[in-house]
Protein backbone atom coordinates (compact mmCIF):
# COMPACT_ATOMS: atom_id res chain seq x y z
CA UNK A 1 0.00 0.00 0.00
CA UNK A 2 1.05 3.14 -0.93
CA UNK A 3 0.74 5.52 2.16
CA UNK A 4 1.00 9.14 2.59
CA UNK A 5 1.71 11.31 5.89
CA UNK A 6 0.67 14.82 5.79
CA UNK A 7 1.54 17.21 8.77
CA UNK A 8 0.91 21.16 9.48
CA UNK A 9 2.58 21.21 13.28
CA UNK A 10 5.87 20.63 14.32
CA UNK A 11 4.29 18.09 16.78
CA UNK A 12 2.05 15.80 13.70
CA UNK A 13 5.55 15.93 11.80
CA UNK A 14 7.56 13.81 14.65
CA UNK A 15 5.01 11.82 14.95
CA UNK A 16 4.55 11.42 11.40
CA UNK A 17 8.19 11.41 10.87
CA UNK A 18 7.77 7.51 12.72
CA UNK A 19 6.07 6.15 10.50
CA UNK A 20 7.28 4.23 7.77
CA UNK A 21 5.33 6.39 5.13
CA UNK A 22 6.55 8.90 3.00
CA UNK A 23 6.16 12.52 4.67
CA UNK A 24 4.50 15.99 3.68
CA UNK A 25 5.31 18.63 5.94
CA UNK A 26 3.15 21.94 5.40
CA UNK A 27 0.27 22.74 3.00
CA UNK A 28 -2.20 20.09 3.72
CA UNK A 29 -4.74 21.02 1.47
CA UNK A 30 -2.58 22.05 -1.79
CA UNK A 31 -0.91 18.29 -1.04
CA UNK A 32 -4.06 16.32 -0.12
CA UNK A 33 -5.46 17.38 -3.43
CA UNK A 34 -3.10 17.09 -5.98
CA UNK A 35 -1.89 13.86 -4.84
CA UNK A 36 -5.62 12.55 -4.44
CA UNK A 37 -5.75 13.36 -8.00
CA UNK A 38 -2.57 12.14 -9.42
CA UNK A 39 -4.24 8.73 -7.77
CA UNK A 40 -0.41 7.46 -7.04
CA UNK A 41 -1.60 7.09 -3.05
CA UNK A 42 -3.77 4.27 -1.73
CA UNK A 43 -3.95 5.90 1.88
CA UNK A 44 -3.65 9.15 3.08
CA UNK A 45 -2.13 9.40 6.80
CA UNK A 46 -3.61 13.26 8.33
CA UNK A 47 -1.81 14.52 11.59
CA UNK A 48 -5.15 17.15 11.22
CA UNK A 49 -8.20 17.99 13.50
CA UNK A 50 -10.83 15.32 11.41
CA UNK A 51 -13.14 18.46 11.10
CA UNK A 52 -10.35 20.17 8.79
CA UNK A 53 -9.41 16.42 7.22
CA UNK A 54 -13.04 16.37 6.13
CA UNK A 55 -13.44 19.58 4.72
CA UNK A 56 -10.79 19.17 2.42
CA UNK A 57 -11.28 15.60 1.67
CA UNK A 58 -15.08 15.71 1.45
CA UNK A 59 -15.09 17.43 -2.33
CA UNK A 60 -12.47 14.77 -3.46
CA UNK A 61 -14.78 11.60 -2.56
CA UNK A 62 -16.36 9.56 -5.16
CA UNK A 63 -16.28 5.82 -4.77
CA UNK A 64 -15.62 4.13 -1.40
CA UNK A 65 -14.48 1.43 -3.14
CA UNK A 66 -11.68 3.65 -5.25
CA UNK A 67 -11.43 6.19 -3.05
CA UNK A 68 -8.15 6.26 -0.88
CA UNK A 69 -8.13 4.94 2.70
CA UNK A 70 -7.95 8.59 5.10
CA UNK A 71 -6.62 8.17 8.92
CA UNK A 72 -6.85 11.19 11.17
CA UNK A 73 -3.97 11.50 14.11
CA UNK A 74 -4.55 14.01 16.85
CA UNK A 75 -2.06 16.44 17.97
CA UNK A 76 -1.11 14.08 20.96
CA UNK A 77 -0.87 10.96 18.67
CA UNK A 78 -3.43 9.38 21.61
CA UNK A 79 -5.74 8.45 18.57
CA UNK A 80 -5.69 6.68 14.75
CA UNK A 81 -9.01 7.79 13.57
CA UNK A 82 -10.31 5.72 10.22
CA UNK A 83 -12.10 8.42 8.75
CA UNK A 84 -13.38 7.04 5.65
CA UNK A 85 -12.34 5.12 2.20
CA UNK A 86 -10.29 2.05 1.61
CA UNK A 87 -13.54 0.22 1.38
CA UNK A 88 -13.73 -3.70 3.04
CA UNK A 89 -11.73 -2.30 5.79
CA UNK A 90 -8.70 -0.20 4.47
CA UNK A 91 -8.99 2.65 6.67
CA UNK A 92 -9.72 0.75 9.68
CA UNK A 93 -6.67 -1.42 9.10
CA UNK A 94 -4.70 1.39 8.70
CA UNK A 95 -5.72 3.20 11.55
CA UNK A 96 -4.64 -0.24 13.85
CA UNK A 97 -1.30 0.11 12.04
CA UNK A 98 -0.86 3.65 12.68
CA UNK A 99 -2.03 3.11 16.30
CA UNK A 100 0.29 0.21 16.66
CA UNK A 101 3.30 2.25 15.29
CA UNK A 102 2.43 5.16 17.32
CA UNK A 103 1.42 3.60 21.02
CA UNK A 104 -1.81 5.45 20.34
CA UNK A 105 -5.52 4.15 19.94
CA UNK A 106 -7.53 2.91 17.15
CA UNK A 107 -10.81 4.65 16.92
CA UNK A 108 -12.95 2.42 14.70
CA UNK A 109 -16.47 3.42 14.15
CA UNK A 110 -18.72 1.11 11.76
CA UNK A 111 -20.80 -0.46 12.39
CA UNK A 112 -19.05 -4.22 11.51
CA UNK A 113 -16.22 -3.78 13.50
CA UNK A 114 -16.39 -1.83 17.21
CA UNK A 115 -12.95 -0.73 18.27
CA UNK A 116 -13.60 2.05 19.77
CA UNK A 117 -12.13 1.68 23.22
CA UNK A 118 -14.02 3.98 25.40
CA UNK A 119 -12.30 3.65 28.83
CA UNK A 120 -14.14 2.16 31.30
CA UNK A 121 -17.00 1.76 29.20
CA UNK A 122 -20.09 4.33 30.59
CA UNK A 123 -23.66 4.11 29.56
CA UNK A 124 -25.86 6.97 30.52
CA UNK A 125 -29.37 6.57 31.29
CA UNK A 126 -32.36 8.67 29.85
CA UNK A 127 -35.74 9.25 30.46
CA UNK A 128 -37.93 11.96 28.55
CA UNK A 129 -41.23 13.44 27.77
CA UNK A 130 -43.13 12.09 24.75
CA UNK A 131 -42.34 16.15 23.63
CA UNK A 132 -38.37 16.44 24.63
CA UNK A 133 -36.74 18.48 21.95
CA UNK A 134 -33.44 16.28 21.13
CA UNK A 135 -31.33 19.29 22.63
CA UNK A 136 -33.45 19.69 25.64
CA UNK A 137 -32.15 15.70 26.23
CA UNK A 138 -28.27 16.28 24.52
CA UNK A 139 -28.15 19.06 27.44
CA UNK A 140 -29.40 16.95 30.23
CA UNK A 141 -26.82 13.99 28.92
CA UNK A 142 -23.93 16.68 28.60
CA UNK A 143 -24.41 17.14 32.10
CA UNK A 144 -24.75 14.42 33.53
CA UNK A 145 -21.79 12.92 31.47
CA UNK A 146 -19.43 16.09 32.86
CA UNK A 147 -17.12 15.67 29.95
CA UNK A 148 -16.68 12.04 30.10
CA UNK A 149 -17.98 9.75 26.95
CA UNK A 150 -20.46 7.38 27.25
CA UNK A 151 -20.68 4.00 24.97
CA UNK A 152 -24.41 3.35 25.23
CA UNK A 153 -27.63 4.90 26.28
CA UNK A 154 -30.36 2.94 27.86
CA UNK A 155 -33.96 3.59 28.23
CA UNK A 156 -37.29 2.69 28.97
CA UNK A 157 -38.70 0.52 25.71
CA UNK A 158 -41.73 3.18 25.32
CA UNK A 159 -39.00 5.42 24.25
CA UNK A 160 -36.17 3.36 22.19
CA UNK A 161 -37.43 4.97 18.74
CA UNK A 162 -37.92 8.75 20.47
CA UNK A 163 -35.99 10.82 18.13
CA UNK A 164 -34.43 12.60 21.01
CA UNK A 165 -32.68 9.53 22.47
CA UNK A 166 -31.97 8.64 18.46
CA UNK A 167 -30.06 11.65 18.13
CA UNK A 168 -27.79 11.03 21.05
CA UNK A 169 -25.56 8.77 18.13
CA UNK A 170 -25.36 6.12 20.61
CA UNK A 171 -26.67 2.51 20.40
CA UNK A 172 -29.78 2.12 22.60
CA UNK A 173 -30.91 -0.44 25.19
CA UNK A 174 -34.14 -0.56 26.14
CA UNK A 175 -35.90 -2.11 29.31
CA UNK A 176 -39.46 -2.65 29.77
CA UNK A 177 -41.02 -1.08 33.09
CA UNK A 178 -41.02 -3.98 34.89
CA UNK A 179 -37.04 -5.00 34.29
CA UNK A 180 -36.81 -1.29 35.32
CA UNK A 181 -38.87 -1.08 38.40
CA UNK A 182 -36.74 -4.50 39.91
CA UNK A 183 -33.78 -2.04 39.99
CA UNK A 184 -32.43 -0.43 43.04
CA UNK A 185 -31.74 3.20 42.75
CA UNK A 186 -31.07 5.97 44.82
CA UNK A 187 -33.68 8.10 43.18
CA UNK A 188 -37.21 7.31 43.05
CA UNK A 189 -39.70 9.09 41.99
CA UNK A 190 -43.32 8.60 42.51
CA UNK A 191 -44.63 10.36 39.50
CA UNK A 192 -42.61 8.42 37.45
CA UNK A 193 -44.15 5.45 39.02
CA UNK A 194 -47.34 6.77 38.40
CA UNK A 195 -46.46 7.76 34.65
CA UNK A 196 -44.90 4.85 33.21
CA UNK A 197 -44.88 2.22 35.91
CA UNK A 198 -41.80 2.42 37.56
CA UNK A 199 -39.81 4.58 40.20
CA UNK A 200 -36.95 5.14 37.92
CA UNK A 201 -35.97 5.08 34.27
CA UNK A 202 -32.55 7.12 33.96
CA UNK A 203 -30.86 5.32 36.93
CA UNK A 204 -32.25 2.02 36.53
CA UNK A 205 -31.67 1.71 32.67
CA UNK A 206 -28.03 3.16 33.06
CA UNK A 207 -27.16 0.32 35.82
CA UNK A 208 -29.23 -2.81 33.82
CA UNK A 209 -27.44 -1.70 30.60
CA UNK A 210 -23.97 -1.67 32.09
CA UNK A 211 -24.24 -5.37 33.89
CA UNK A 212 -23.72 -7.21 36.55
CA UNK A 213 -21.61 -5.17 39.26
CA UNK A 214 -22.20 -1.61 37.69
CA UNK A 215 -21.51 1.40 40.05
CA UNK A 216 -24.21 4.49 39.32
CA UNK A 217 -21.00 7.24 38.64
CA UNK A 218 -23.66 10.21 38.30
CA UNK A 219 -27.10 9.83 40.06
CA UNK A 220 -30.11 11.38 38.15
CA UNK A 221 -29.97 14.99 36.46
CA UNK A 222 -32.82 16.84 35.00
CA UNK A 223 -34.57 19.65 33.51
CA UNK A 224 -38.18 19.92 32.43
CA UNK A 225 -38.53 17.65 29.92
CA UNK A 226 -35.19 15.04 30.41
CA UNK A 227 -33.64 12.77 32.90
CA UNK A 228 -30.18 11.65 32.98
CA UNK A 229 -27.80 9.26 35.02
CA UNK A 230 -24.75 8.02 34.11
CA UNK A 231 -23.32 3.94 35.12
CA UNK A 232 -19.60 2.18 34.47
CA UNK A 233 -19.53 -1.62 33.95
CA UNK A 234 -17.40 -3.10 36.33
CA UNK A 235 -14.15 -3.23 35.30
CA UNK A 236 -11.26 -5.51 36.66
CA UNK A 237 -8.37 -3.31 37.26
CA UNK A 238 -4.57 -3.54 35.77
CA UNK A 239 -1.17 -2.82 36.21
CA UNK A 240 1.11 -1.99 33.70
CA UNK A 241 5.01 -2.46 34.74
CA UNK A 242 6.43 -0.39 31.84
CA UNK A 243 10.25 0.52 30.89
CA UNK A 244 10.36 3.91 29.65
CA UNK A 245 13.68 3.28 27.80
CA UNK A 246 16.58 5.04 28.92
CA UNK A 247 15.48 8.64 28.30
CA UNK A 248 14.72 9.87 25.25
CA UNK A 249 11.35 9.16 23.42
CA UNK A 250 13.23 7.72 20.30
CA UNK A 251 14.06 4.74 22.39
CA UNK A 252 10.35 4.94 23.92
CA UNK A 253 8.49 1.16 22.24
CA UNK A 254 5.07 1.75 21.23
CA UNK A 255 3.60 -0.28 23.83
CA UNK A 256 4.89 1.67 26.47
CA UNK A 257 3.72 4.73 25.19
CA UNK A 258 0.24 3.31 24.98
CA UNK A 259 0.69 1.46 28.10
CA UNK A 260 1.00 5.01 29.73
CA UNK A 261 -1.25 7.29 27.20
CA UNK A 262 -4.30 4.64 28.18
CA UNK A 263 -4.01 4.25 31.86
CA UNK A 264 -6.09 6.30 34.67
CA UNK A 265 -3.19 6.50 36.89
CA UNK A 266 0.88 6.64 36.53
CA UNK A 267 3.03 6.08 39.04
CA UNK A 268 6.58 6.13 39.16
CA UNK A 269 10.21 8.19 40.72
CA UNK A 270 9.43 11.91 39.84
CA UNK A 271 11.53 12.30 37.39
CA UNK A 272 10.54 9.42 35.20
CA UNK A 273 6.76 10.90 35.54
CA UNK A 274 8.52 14.06 34.12
CA UNK A 275 10.07 11.55 31.59
CA UNK A 276 6.63 10.48 30.07
CA UNK A 277 5.36 14.50 30.42
CA UNK A 278 4.59 14.32 26.14
CA UNK A 279 2.22 11.30 26.98
CA UNK A 280 0.07 12.51 29.68
CA UNK A 281 -3.18 14.36 29.66
CA UNK A 282 -5.52 15.88 32.25
CA UNK A 283 -7.41 13.40 32.66
CA UNK A 284 -4.85 10.96 34.59
CA UNK A 285 -3.95 10.70 37.84
CA UNK A 286 -0.07 11.49 38.38
CA UNK A 287 1.61 10.32 41.37
CA UNK A 288 5.46 10.84 42.01
CA UNK A 289 7.55 9.99 44.77
CA UNK A 290 10.78 10.36 45.99
CA UNK A 291 13.79 8.01 45.67
CA UNK A 292 13.72 5.54 47.87
CA UNK A 293 10.30 4.78 48.09
CA UNK A 294 10.03 1.48 46.29
CA UNK A 295 7.97 -0.49 47.85
CA UNK A 296 5.16 2.62 49.11
CA UNK A 297 4.85 3.13 45.42
CA UNK A 298 4.67 -0.60 44.27
CA UNK A 299 1.71 -0.88 47.17
CA UNK A 300 0.19 2.88 45.64
CA UNK A 301 -0.15 1.18 42.40
CA UNK A 302 -1.54 -2.44 43.19
CA UNK A 303 -3.94 -0.54 45.94
CA UNK A 304 -5.07 1.93 43.22
CA UNK A 305 -4.84 -1.28 40.48
CA UNK A 306 -7.66 -3.02 43.03
CA UNK A 307 -10.01 -0.31 42.87
CA UNK A 308 -10.99 -1.11 38.89
CA UNK A 309 -8.35 1.75 37.99
CA UNK A 310 -5.48 0.99 35.03
CA UNK A 311 -2.38 2.03 36.29
CA UNK A 312 1.19 2.16 34.84
CA UNK A 313 4.32 1.85 37.05
CA UNK A 314 6.85 3.59 34.76
CA UNK A 315 11.05 2.89 35.21
CA UNK A 316 13.70 4.21 33.31
CA UNK A 317 14.94 1.53 31.28
CA UNK A 318 13.67 -2.06 31.87
CA UNK A 319 10.82 -2.13 34.35
CA UNK A 320 12.35 -5.74 34.98
CA UNK A 321 16.04 -4.90 35.00
CA UNK A 322 17.00 -3.23 38.53
CA UNK A 323 13.76 -1.37 38.22
CA UNK A 324 10.26 -2.09 39.88
CA UNK A 325 8.55 -4.99 37.90
CA UNK A 326 9.73 -7.29 40.83
CA UNK A 327 8.78 -5.34 43.73
CA UNK A 328 5.28 -5.37 42.37
CA UNK A 329 5.07 -9.04 41.40
CA UNK A 330 6.12 -10.12 44.73
CA UNK A 331 3.90 -7.90 46.54
CA UNK A 332 0.89 -9.05 43.89
CA UNK A 333 1.32 -11.99 45.34
CA UNK A 334 -1.29 -10.78 48.50
CA UNK A 335 -4.88 -11.94 48.52
CA UNK A 336 -5.93 -8.43 47.55
CA UNK A 337 -3.95 -8.08 43.53
CA UNK A 338 -4.65 -12.09 42.78
CA UNK A 339 -7.80 -10.34 40.65
CA UNK A 340 -5.37 -7.43 38.99
CA UNK A 341 -4.23 -7.86 35.27
CA UNK A 342 -0.41 -6.99 35.28
CA UNK A 343 1.71 -6.84 32.41
CA UNK A 344 5.20 -6.76 32.07
CA UNK A 345 5.92 -3.83 29.65
CA UNK A 346 9.72 -4.03 28.39
CA UNK A 347 11.97 -1.34 27.64
CA UNK A 348 15.21 -0.83 26.15
CA UNK A 349 18.06 -1.03 28.88
CA UNK A 350 20.62 1.74 29.63
CA UNK A 351 22.97 -1.65 28.97
CA UNK A 352 21.64 -1.67 25.50
CA UNK A 353 21.87 2.21 24.85
CA UNK A 354 25.36 2.67 26.42
CA UNK A 355 26.10 0.05 24.07
CA UNK A 356 24.61 0.97 21.02
CA UNK A 357 26.51 4.47 21.70
CA UNK A 358 29.77 2.64 21.47
CA UNK A 359 29.08 -0.04 19.02
CA UNK A 360 28.31 -3.67 19.46
CA UNK A 361 30.14 -4.55 22.92
CA UNK A 362 27.18 -6.99 23.73
CA UNK A 363 27.84 -9.23 20.70
CA UNK A 364 28.49 -12.15 22.24
CA UNK A 365 28.25 -13.84 26.15
CA UNK A 366 27.98 -10.91 28.61
CA UNK A 367 26.41 -10.00 32.44
CA UNK A 368 25.00 -7.14 33.99
CA UNK A 369 26.40 -6.56 37.59
CA UNK A 370 24.80 -3.34 39.78
CA UNK A 371 27.98 -2.28 42.36
CA UNK A 372 25.43 -0.76 44.89
CA UNK A 373 25.57 -2.53 48.23
CA UNK A 374 22.51 -0.86 49.67
CA UNK A 375 20.76 -3.58 49.42
CA UNK A 376 23.49 -6.76 48.40
CA UNK A 377 26.04 -7.12 50.66
CA UNK A 378 29.47 -6.35 48.73
CA UNK A 379 31.11 -9.89 49.45
CA UNK A 380 28.11 -11.40 47.16
CA UNK A 381 29.02 -8.67 44.79
CA UNK A 382 32.35 -9.82 44.93
CA UNK A 383 31.75 -13.35 43.80
CA UNK A 384 29.51 -12.55 41.40
CA UNK A 385 32.23 -10.41 39.96
CA UNK A 386 34.71 -13.05 40.45
CA UNK A 387 32.23 -15.46 38.59
CA UNK A 388 31.88 -13.07 35.48
CA UNK A 389 36.37 -12.68 35.32
CA UNK A 390 36.47 -15.87 35.61
CA UNK A 391 33.90 -16.90 32.79
CA UNK A 392 35.62 -14.15 30.36
CA UNK A 393 31.89 -12.47 30.07
CA UNK A 394 31.46 -8.91 28.92
CA UNK A 395 30.46 -6.59 32.26
CA UNK A 396 27.74 -4.20 32.01
CA UNK A 397 28.32 -2.28 35.66
CA UNK A 398 25.06 -0.37 36.79
CA UNK A 399 24.97 2.43 39.81
CA UNK A 400 28.25 1.77 39.43
CA UNK A 401 30.06 4.77 41.93
CA UNK A 402 28.32 7.68 44.02
CA UNK A 403 29.44 10.07 46.25
CA UNK A 404 28.79 7.78 49.23
CA UNK A 405 30.48 4.85 47.13
CA UNK A 406 33.36 5.81 45.75
CA UNK A 407 35.74 2.82 46.55
CA UNK A 408 33.75 -0.34 44.30
CA UNK A 409 34.13 0.38 40.50
CA UNK A 410 38.06 0.39 41.02
CA UNK A 411 37.86 -2.98 42.99
CA UNK A 412 35.77 -4.19 40.33
CA UNK A 413 37.87 -3.17 37.51
CA UNK A 414 40.91 -4.70 39.53
CA UNK A 415 38.83 -7.95 39.95
CA UNK A 416 38.48 -8.34 36.47
CA UNK A 417 41.71 -7.42 34.99
CA UNK A 418 42.65 -10.38 37.07
CA UNK A 419 41.39 -12.67 34.18
CA UNK A 420 41.86 -10.48 30.81
CA UNK A 421 44.27 -8.17 29.86
CA UNK A 422 45.00 -4.27 30.69
CA UNK A 423 44.17 -3.52 26.64
CA UNK A 424 40.67 -4.66 26.78
CA UNK A 425 38.30 -1.99 25.51
CA UNK A 426 36.34 -0.30 28.36
CA UNK A 427 33.47 2.53 28.06
CA UNK A 428 31.47 4.80 30.23
CA UNK A 429 28.29 6.31 28.68
CA UNK A 430 26.61 8.82 30.80
CA UNK A 431 23.04 9.76 30.13
CA UNK A 432 22.96 7.09 27.64
CA UNK A 433 20.19 8.03 24.93
CA UNK A 434 19.37 11.42 26.74
CA UNK A 435 20.21 15.13 26.11
CA UNK A 436 24.09 15.84 26.63
CA UNK A 437 25.27 12.23 26.26
CA UNK A 438 28.70 11.65 27.12
CA UNK A 439 31.08 8.51 25.88
CA UNK A 440 34.52 7.99 26.96
CA UNK A 441 36.53 4.92 25.38
CA UNK A 442 39.74 3.60 27.04
CA UNK A 443 41.50 0.54 28.21
CA UNK A 444 41.11 -1.73 31.43
CA UNK A 445 44.71 -0.33 32.27
CA UNK A 446 44.01 3.45 31.84
CA UNK A 447 40.47 3.86 32.42
CA UNK A 448 39.59 6.01 35.17
CA UNK A 449 36.63 5.93 37.45
CA UNK A 450 36.57 9.08 38.55
CA UNK A 451 34.50 10.96 35.64
CA UNK A 452 31.98 8.27 36.71
CA UNK A 453 28.68 8.94 38.24
CA UNK A 454 25.17 7.09 39.03
CA UNK A 455 23.51 8.17 36.06
CA UNK A 456 26.76 6.20 34.08
CA UNK A 457 26.78 2.81 32.71
CA UNK A 458 30.47 0.84 32.19
CA UNK A 459 31.09 -1.69 29.87
CA UNK A 460 33.88 -3.57 30.35
CA UNK A 461 34.95 -5.79 27.07
CA UNK A 462 35.94 -9.49 27.28
CA UNK A 463 39.19 -10.88 25.97
CA UNK A 464 37.92 -10.55 22.63
CA UNK A 465 36.79 -7.56 22.51
CA UNK A 466 38.42 -5.26 20.41
CA UNK A 467 38.21 -1.71 18.72
CA UNK A 468 37.14 -1.27 15.54
CA UNK A 469 37.17 2.02 13.60
CA UNK A 470 36.81 3.49 16.65
CA UNK A 471 33.84 1.04 18.01
CA UNK A 472 33.99 -0.98 20.68
CA UNK A 473 33.29 -4.74 19.16
CA UNK A 474 33.13 -8.00 20.70
CA UNK A 475 33.05 -10.78 18.01
CA UNK A 476 30.37 -13.19 17.45
CA UNK A 477 32.87 -15.67 15.94
CA UNK A 478 31.64 -15.82 12.45
CA UNK A 479 34.30 -16.12 9.82
CA UNK A 480 35.13 -12.61 8.36
Known amino acids: MRVLSVSVTEAGAAHARGLPYEHVHGSAGDTIRRRWAAGDVDAFVLFLAVGAAVRIVAPLLADKRTDPAVVCVDEAARFAIAVCGGHQGGANDLARSVAA ?149 RHRTAAAAAAVRHADVV ?72 EIDIEVVPGVTAALAAAAAVGAPLGHDHCAVSLSDLLTPWPVIERRLRAAAEGDFVVSFYNPRSQGRDWQLAQALSILAEHRPPTTPVAAVTDAGRPGQRVVLSTLAQFDPAGVGMTTCVLVGSSTTRMVNGRMVTPRGYDA
Do not use: W
Open 267 to 338: IGYGPYIDQCADLLHDGQTRIPSPIGDEVVRAKQALAEAAEGKRVALVCSGDSGVYAMASIALELASDDAAI
Open 101 to 249: ALGAEPVITTASEVGYSLGHGLVVGVGCSTHAAAHDVQAVVDQALAGRRADAVATIDRRAEHPAVLALGLPVHAFTAEQLAAVDVPSPSDAVLDAVGTPSVAEAAALLAAGPGAALVTPKHKNATATAAVARRATKGSLALVGLGPGSS
